[in-house]
Nanobody, 126 residues
Framework: QTQLVESGGGLVQPGGSLRLSCAGSLDYYRVGWFRQAPGKEREGVSC????????KYAASVKGRFTISRDNVRKKVYLEKNSLKPEDTAVYYC??????????????????????WGQGIQVTVSS
């Protein structure tokens, strides 16, 4: 199993941008981003298949977030634009090698069992 390390979090003003990175030995892994805000359940944000032909987004971030991967540098990125205060959360990346019929999905976090990162805080506030 691989180990995942997130980076790139921090404080950003509403309307701003931030790029999160997830690093690890990601060959043959689909990778997903999840987030959990205080007092709320963890929710799926986005995912990308291996080697990167399919991507999925939650309705709440579609059009604002972009997921991508660099298989040479062994990183997956989550580019976040037009950030809103409700995007404030701890963001986690997850990886799994099990095949998925549709490339990947973040509908069920229980489907991601191989590896999880430690999480990184993103705060959107003025």
């Amino acid at each position: 199993q691989t180990q995942l390390v997130e980076s790139g979090g921090g404080l950003v003003q509403p309307g701003g941008s931030l790029r999160l990175s997830c690093a690890g030995s990601l060959d043959y892994y689909r990778v997903g981003w999840f987030r959990q805000a205080p007092g709320k359940e963890r929710e799926g944000v986005s995912c990308i298949s291996y080697p990167g032909t399919k991507t999925k987004y939650a309705a709440s971030v579609k059009g604002r977030f972009t997921i991508s991967r660099d298989n040479v540098r062994k990183k997956v990125y989550l580019e976040k634009n037009s950030l809103k205060p409700e995007d404030t959360a701890v963001y986690y990346c997850a990886a799994d090698r099990k095949a998925h019929s549709d490339g990947c999905s973040v509908a069920d976090s229980n489907d991601w069992t191989d590896a999880w990162g430690q999480g990184i805080q993103v705060t959107v506030s003025s």
